[in-house]
């Protein structure tokens, strides 16, 4: 997946560098072609490709932790310490 994603983003760079040296392209419109060729596609394919890992983490990290507080399991109030 990676691999297709960077082949797909030097072909895309290609096009937009293309467009931005071209007698009629600018460089507003090579930017555009970049993030909505580019891009914008990608981020939108790893966000749905990695939402599984995303999951597994978060319910991982759950599972250490259930209440989500960042302290030990345990009593909820300290023991009552006695004086000597």
């Known amino acids: 997946m990676l691999l297709v994603a960077i082949a797909w983003l030097y072909v895309v760079g290609m096009v937009a560098i293309v467009e931005a040296t071209s007698r009629s392209g600018t460089l507003?419109?090579?930017?555009?072609?970049?993030?909505?060729?580019?891009?914008l596609p990608l981020a939108i394919l790893g966000y749905l490709f990695?939402?599984?890992?995303?999951?597994?983490?978060?319910?991982?990290?759950?599972?250490?932790?259930?209440?989500?507080?960042?302290?030990?399991?345990?009593?909820?109030?300290?023991?009552?310490?006695?004086?000597l």
């Open 28 to 39: 507003l419109g090579a930017a555009f072609t970049f993030a909505f060729y580019g891009v």
């Open 50 to 83: 990695f939402s599984p890992a995303r999951r597994r983490v978060r319910r991982s990290a759950e599972a250490l932790d259930p209440d989500q507080r960042g302290h030990a399991a345990g009593d909820a109030v300290a023991t009552e310490r006695k004086e």
